[in-house]
């Protein structure tokens, strides 16, 4: 939040009147995004890490869930994180049998840079909850590590 006053001296405001403004700031998002990336993640394989770490967070806030509704599994317990390589297709897929986002949840959390999805979940824990917990992203930017790479 920025205030202005009028400058000049008491001559050029002979009433003596005040006149302060607020003004919001501006960003361009698309820049803040880049720049962002390139300061919190020299390595440019780092992006591996981070989309593997949000698959498991997935997978382990699904056990957790599922501790008070094992319908949650939807009949498969056994909980997965796949990395697939298409050298043709030069892509790399990631995937889990996580808990997932809803529509609101993806447009939340992945919508709001530094927003962590993880860190609300390990709010709504008890004590003994979050210690056995082992979530492992809590900033809400590793997800924005995919951009390095990104065509």
Known sequence: MSST???GNQS???????HSETFGFQTEAKQLLQLMIHSLYSNKE???????????????KLRFAALKDDSLYEGDSELAVTVQFDAD?????ISDNGIGMSREEVMSNLGTIARSGTAEFLQQMTGDQKKDSH?????????????IVAD
């Open 135 to 147: 979530l492992i992203g809590q900033f809400g930017v590793g997800f924005y590590s995919a951009f």
């Open 5 to 7: 006053q009028p400058a």
């Open 12 to 18: 050029d405001n002979p009433t003596g009147d005040t």
């Open 89 to 93: 297709n030069k892509t790399i897929s």
């Open 46 to 60: 780092i992006f591996l890490r981070e989309l593997i770490s949000n698959a498991s967070d997935a997978a382990d």
